[in-house]
């Protein structure tokens, strides 16, 4: 929380009182606290956003107190696409007048959807000079012609993962660069003016080393070694939470990161997923079971995973969430090198067996007689290629965070032509696929955002545009809002269709838990 009292009011619609915020809208609407923060509608940026045929424009200081200009050329302000350039500027007097009465710096009533803020003087003054400091400048790793970007990989990583990611994104930044390079005329229209460089992208890649405590660190050091206006992909293992951590301390936007086990706290902004991972197949797994519950076909569940994997936060997480419907569940971590078919023995074959565990363990699943109901993490054991022994596949239900195989094809088959022409080996369809994906999106945003390179703006650009984008991978539609950071919310619950082979089929539905 900020210490800021113009920033408490501005976010958090907390006057420097404690008191909330109170404004009311024409009609007599009342808001108070967070309900009413200005954050809502102009955003954290202060840069404000378009919504169909409602525009808010920019509020920080730039923007409202820059003389009109005669022409696009004069007005020398980074490009917002609802800024207005000639409009007679504001005053800190005429400022107040709007925040407080709705009327503009021309004497005229603004829009309905400005509400009317109940602000004494002192709480006034500390809103405008949080404005006037809310001006965009020149964020770490923009150069004159570079952006600088920066892709993390912890230590625990796959190394087969890892290659297969970086592939994709060094050939893409490559490409990237491949564009001739120089300032681009401005683009005239009939309402705007936009004023673009061509950069070149530099990546850097960031390799973490040793336990998880000192990630943190080291990822400080990259920074101030290695300035990057963003962060890019990213590969993780079981622990992701420091790195979560450095992205919001940094302020620095970390987008769509190739992590089984994402971090997103509930006041988090600048990590963004494409999917929950494990924690999102613990809510598939949670919704059947408590169906299973209450038409009382199980009694009790039972979960295995390794120790110090994935699987581990995944069990967790469904053992907390049965546990608040009341049902019993146990859970049982493996040791390294401990075998699997002794954690098995002695489970009830009318209770349901829950599995968080990788291909390796789960070819040793042929040696032991299943229960009657098996729930199983696809993203850990492989999707439809895990290694499920004949015996197990017909009782086994698979947890699918992706959209269906026939159904995704034509989209991930944009993807593969491109690693086809670029002769890039496809060693994980999947992580590939998101990486792609996530450069895709990044370069996208970055072509909306013309030469406003703020942070902030860069998030909530991607949060308005992406449930637009066609190519969507693996999944069958992202969306995004300010408070949301998985783009994509919901899973299948699978089986196999033959005893042999990968052809499955659904359940049922698409499930958002």
């Not at 900020?2 to 909330?20: N, Q, T, W, Y």
């Not at 951590?245 to 940094?250: I, L, M």
């Not at 197949?281 to 009382?296: M, P, S, V, Y």
């Not at 996208?444 to 030469?451: G, I």
Request: charged residues 20%; aromatic residues 8%; hydrophobic residues 40%.
């Amino acid at each position: 929380m900020s210490a800021d009292p113009g920033e408490k009011i501005f976010r958090e619609g907390v006057l420097p009182s404690g008191a909330p915020l109170v404004a009311t809208r024409d009609g007599g609407m009342r808001m108070e606290g967070a309900a009413g923060a200005c954050v809502n509608c102009h955003r954290r940026s202060g840069l404000g956003s378009k919504s169909g045929l409602t525009s808010i424009p920019p509020i920080t200081g730039r923007y409202l107190f820059h003389p009109p200009a005669r022409s696009g050329e004069d007005l020398n302000i980074p490009y917002v696409a609802t800024m207005r350039g000639d409009r007679e500027p504001y005053t800190d007097t005429t400022l107040a007048r709007a925040i407080r009465d709705g009327i503009d710096a021309q004497g005229r009533s603004m829009s309905y959807l400005m509400p009317h803020f109940a602000l004494d003087d002192s709480e006034m003054a500390a809103l405008i000079a949080y404005l006037k400091r809310l001006d965009p400048r020149r964020a770490p790793g923009v150069g004159d012609g570079v952006l600088h970007f920066a892709t993390i990989i912890t230590p625990d990583a796959d190394p087969v993962k890892r290659q297969g990611m970086l592939d994709v994104l060094e050939h893409y930044v490559a490409e990237k660069n491949a564009f001739p390079l120089g300032v681009t005329p401005p683009l005239r229209s009939s309402r705007k003016m936009m004023y673009m460089v061509n950069r070149q992208w530099q990546l850097h890649v960031w390799t973490l080393s040793g336990p998880p405590q000192t990630w943190e660190a080291q990822l400080e050091q990259h920074m101030a070694a290695e300035p990057v206006f963003a962060v890019v992909s990213g590969l993780g293992g079981k622990d992701w939470a420091p790195v979560s951590a450095f992205c919001e301390h940094a302020a620095v936007p970390c987008l769509f990161p190739n992590v089984e086990v994402p971090q997103a706290g509930h006041d988090d902004f600048h990590a963004l997923y494409f999917s929950g991972g494990v924690l999102l197949e613990a809510g598939l797994f949670a919704a059947d079971i408590a169906d299973a519950a209450r038409n009382r076909t199980l009694k009790a569940v039972h979960q295995v995973y390794r120790a110090d994997d994935s699987g581990e936060a995944g069990a967790h997480a469904l053992a907390s969430a049965l546990r608040g419907k009341g049902i019993d569940v146990s859970s049982r971590a493996l040791a390294p090198g401990e075998s699997l078919a002794k954690a098995l023995r002695g489970i009830p074959e009318d209770d349901a067996l829950v599995l968080w565990l990788r291909p390796a363990d789960i070819v040793s699943l042929g040696k032991t007689i299943p229960p009657h109901t098996v729930f199983m993490s696809g993203l850990l054991g492989g999707l439809e290629r895990a290694p499920l022994p004949i015996g197990w596949r017909g009782v086994t239900h698979l947890s699918y965070p992706f959209d269906l195989p026939e159904r995704r094809r034509v989209r991930v088959d944009y993807a593969l032509g491109w690693f086809a022409i670029r002769h890039i080996p496809v060693v994980d369809e999947q992580v590939q696929a998101d990486t792609f994906l996530a450069c895709g999106l990044l370069a996208e945003t970055l072509s909306h955002m013309a030469d406003t390179f703020v942070r902030d703006y860069l998030v909530e650009i991607i949060e308005d545009m992406v449930e637009r984008r066609v190519i969507t991978g693996y999944y069958p539609r992202l969306t995004l809002a300010p408070g949301q950071r998985f783009a994509s919310k919901g899973g299948y619950m699978v089986h196999f269709a033959d005893a042999n082979g990968t052809r499955i089929v659904a359940d049922g539905d698409w499930v958002v838990p």
